[in-house]
Nanobody, 114 residues
Framework: VQLQASGGGLVQPGDSLRLSCTISGAGHTISAVSWYRQPPGKQRERVADLVGGGTIRYADSVKGRFTISANNAKNMVYLQMNSLKPEDTAVYYC?????????WGQGTLVTVSS
């Protein structure tokens, strides 16, 4: 299973950005997909989960601003990020898990700065 994240960039505070994650090789075996981020000098943290069956969870720091979604037909997962803040600056990773595997994407850098 391979994941590839894209869509990062440099934006100003208050802007929006949508990250995309392409998943290949998983078929219909995925049980959950997540977005994580690692701010500069800090540990990786979970941002949002989308679990099979439709359960969605967000970190408190992004609730009401970020939205995780999936297009199963295209094997894509998205993270819509609105009202971005400087503290959202991080490398963002997508993650998928299923029966017998866990897989990470390579990360995409989001920088929020004026």
């Amino acid at each position: 299973v391979q994941l590839q994240a894209s869509g990062g960039g440099l934006v100003q505070p208050g802007d929006s950005l949508r990250l995309s994650c392409t998943i290949s090789g998983a078929g219909h075996t995925i049980s959950a997909v997540s977005w994580y981020r690692q701010p500069p000098g800090k540990q990786r943290e979970r941002v949002a989960d989308l679990v099979g069956g439709g359960t969605i969870r967000y970190a408190d720091s992004v609730k009401g601003r970020f939205t995780i979604s999936a297009n199963n037909a295209k094997n894509m997962v998205y993270l819509q990020m609105n009202s971005l803040k400087p503290e959202d600056t991080a490398v963002y990773y997508c993650f998928a898990e299923g029966l017998g595997y866990e897989s990470w994407g390579q990360g995409t850098l989001v920088t929020v700065s004026s």
